[in-house]
């Protein structure tokens, strides 16, 4: 049975930082492409980051670069994110999502962002920067 299941989320102020948790059961991380997404008060479901495969590439969505660091520990199966310099608009809730290892639809940097491939989905995990 697969299964995602995300820690971390939490309150903090503007400048703080945070680091979010996934532990996947079910398959291993390093053969499929695992990421974060949020959903931002108001807004649709967006890409925050992804790493892919057995070399480890990584995406990001413009608005992280250089504050968000997206990794994975291969014997744990986990995935996680280090957010770092969070801003208010940073709140949402987060989720962490795989592609199953035989899903067709490959990760590259043009289309890791994209929700609808990814086959499964953690509970989200709520993030409130405050200013």
């Known amino acids: 049975q697969v299964q995602l299941v995300e820690s971390g989320g939490g309150s903090v102020q503007a400048g703080g930082s945070l680091t979010l948790s996934c532990a996947l059961q079910g398959f291993k991380v390093r053969y499929t492409c695992v990421g974060w997404f949020r959903r931002r008060p108001g807004q649709e479901r967006e890409g925050v980051a992804a790493?892919?495969?057995?070399?480890?590439?990584?995406g990001y969505v413009d608005s992280v670069k250089g504050r968000f660091t997206v990794s994975r520990d291969d014997v744990a199966n986990t995935l996680r994110l280090q957010m770092d310099n969070l801003n208010t608009d940073d709140t949402g809730v987060y989720y962490c999502?795989?592609?199953?290892?035989?899903?067709?639809?490959?990760?590259?940097?043009?289309?890791?962002?994209?929700?609808?491939?990814?086959?499964?989905w953690g509970q989200g995990t709520q993030v409130t920067v405050s200013s």
């Open positions: 999502a795989a592609r199953g290892p035989w899903n067709s639809d490959r990760c590259d940097s043009g289309s890791w962002s994209i929700v609808r491939p990814f086959d499964y």
């Open positions: 790493i892919w495969y057995e070399g480890g590439s990584t």
